[in-house]
């Protein structure tokens, strides 16, 4: 499928994109303040997705782009309607995404396997694993999604903790209780190499422990740098509590960043 040499212009998805923000503008500051982090956000992860795919084609590269434009669009209907961020308490926002992906025909300017591949990409972003046996290319942009997507929800997440409470996007925190310590289940899970699965969290630690063992899921090279560069472990390590076990489980990622990063320079 390389037949087309000619780059589509994202300018008119770009634009639609923006009045599709300002379709939710509301007067309730509350709301409103949800539905600009996820506009920042969206912007953010296209950004991170163009530096990810730096090099890799200039197709690929705005295939990218695209996927990373769609891939919250349900996240405003879904706090428009729950008033969570939720899936478990509302619905999977991801098939939400990528019902409105379709439902205004957005990729119609793409040919049908890279159309296909997006809407795979966007449905899937937030599953727990990236599924076997996906075509090469939806399997590319899926990776490229969620690292792109993890690298921002780090940023959202750092900058939700160290507001003051009465500027939070309430949102971003997913209501977990702010409570001293970690629980043990998340602990474990980080200290075994496995990302933490969402049932395992009781407060707001633990989602911090969480969003740390997403680094034993980052698939390309360019996103470990990234993370080095932002100094996202850092800035998690000074979020959490300073007990022992969370400081051992901390240097155990930090080991696994190094060797990442280590075998890829190679
Ligand atoms: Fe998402």
């Known amino acids: 499928m390389n037949d087309h040499a000619v780059l589509p212009d994202l300018a008119p998805l770009r634009d639609w994109f923006s ?17 600009d982090l996820k506009e920042e956000h969206t912007r953010n992860v296209c950004r991170n997705a163009s530096l990810i795919a730096h090099g890799m084609g200039p197709r690929f590269e705005m295939l990218a782009e695209v996927a990373a434009l769609c891939h919250d669009l349900g996240r405003f209907p879904q706090f428009r309607d729950y008033h969570t961020f939720k899936d478990s ?83 971003a925190g997913l209501g977990f209780p702010d409570l001293p310590g970690c629980s043990a289940e998340p602990l474990a899970a980080v200290a075994a190499g496995r990302m933490v699965q969402l049932s395992a969290l009781k407060n707001l630690n633990d989602f911090k422990l969480l969003q740390v063992s997403w680094i034993y899921d980052i698939n390309f090279p360019a996103t470990l740098r990234l993370i080095r560069q932002r100094s996202v472990l850092e800035r998690f390590a000074a979020m959490l509590p300073q007990d022992r076990e969370v400081l051992d489980v901390l240097a155990q990622v930090g080991r696994y960043l190094e060797g990442r990063l280590g075998e890829s320079a190679n």
Request: aromatic content about 8%.
């Open 89 to 171: 308490e509302s619905l999977n926002h991801a098939h939400l995404s990528a019902q409105v992906v379709k439902q205004h025909r957005l990729l119609d300017f793409l040919p049908e396997v890279e159309r296909a591949s997006i809407e795979v990409a966007v449905r899937m972003h937030n599953a727990f694993q990236v599924p076997e046996g996906l075509p090469a290319l939806t399997a590319d942009l899926l990776r490229l999604l969620r690292d792109a997507d993890k690298l921002d929800i780090w940023r959202v997440f750092a900058e939700y903790f160290n507001a003051p409470e009465a500027e939070r996007a309430s949102g």
């Open 19 to 35: 009045s599709y923000c300002d379709s939710f503008r509301t007067s309730d500051l509350e709301l409103q303040r949800n539905f």
